[in-house]
């Protein structure tokens, strides 16, 4: 199985920070990872596939970057809206998630 | 726009087998550019992928569940099914279905449902 690693496990910030998750894989991915955005009581939302793609009416303020083992989400000037618990999930091989980051108002 | 909504036994006795059941609205799942998924997630904790099944039948389970778990499909109805026998506590979750992205690009989640939370308990 790949193991997915994500620092910090939580996080505090101000409204308009820049904030920045990242997410380590056991091996290499060949770029087959994605992020969720998830509140509480609600589903998972997609944000970012492969790497880098930002999915159809995902603000533009969060990107994805990285390669190889090591990924990076970040959100250019955190909003209120996105104040939630953050997940890596890798699709190299089967599926597996990172155990999330909590973003949390400081 | 695609809609997923999970129902089924909420509460399980341990030993027995859990089921449910994912209907989906505005989209067909014989559509070959998908594959229709579950997960779970205990409480407080995170996320954990259960396995899928693509429309021609084919079907993945996670290793460490595969032998509990059955995913079929009924394509008149437009719904998938999730079993897992010989359920315990550590099987007490939010259960997830999802459509997920296959082909050359494919393994991520682009929809989900809201979620139902299945307690094992005597």
């Known amino acids: 199985d790949i193991h997915m690693t994500q620092s910090p496990s939580s996080l505090s910030a101000s409204v308009g920070d820049r904030v920045t998750i990242t997410c380590r894989a056991s091996?290499?991915?060949?770029?087959?990872l994605a992020w969720y955005q998830q509140k509480p009581g609600k589903a998972p939302k997609l944000l970012i596939y492969?790497?880098?793609s930002l999915q159809s009416g995902v603000p533009s303020r969060f990107s994805g970057s990285g390669s190889g083992t090591d990924f990076t989400l970040t959100i250019s000037s955190l909003q209120p809206d996105d104040f939630a618990t953050y997940y890596c999930?890798?699709?190299?091989?089967?599926?597996?998630f990172g155990q999330g980051t909590k973003v949390e108002i400081k | 726009q695609l809609q997923l909504q999970e129902s089924g036994s909420r509460l399980v006795k341990p030993s027995q087998t859990l089921s449910l059941t994912c209907v989906v609205s505005g989209g067909s799942i014989s559509s070959g550019d998908y594959a229709w998924s579950w997960s779970r997630q205990p409480p407080g904790r995170g996320l954990e992928y259960i396995g899928y099944?693509?429309?021609?039948?084919?079907?993945y389970h996670n290793p460490s569940l595969r032998s509990r778990v059955t995913i079929s499909m009924d394509r008149s109805r437009n719904q998938f099914s999730l079993k897992m026998t010989s359920v315990t506590a550590a099987d007490t979750a939010v259960y997830y279905c999802a459509r997920e992205k296959v082909g050359d690009d494919g393994g991520y989640f682009d929809n989900w449902g809201r979620g139902t939370l299945v307690t094992v308990s005597s």
């Open positions: 999930q890798q699709y190299k091989a089967y599926r597996t």
């Open positions: 091996e290499g991915l060949n770029g087959w």
């Open positions: 099944i693509y429309h021609g039948g084919t079907t």
């Open positions: 492969r790497v880098s």
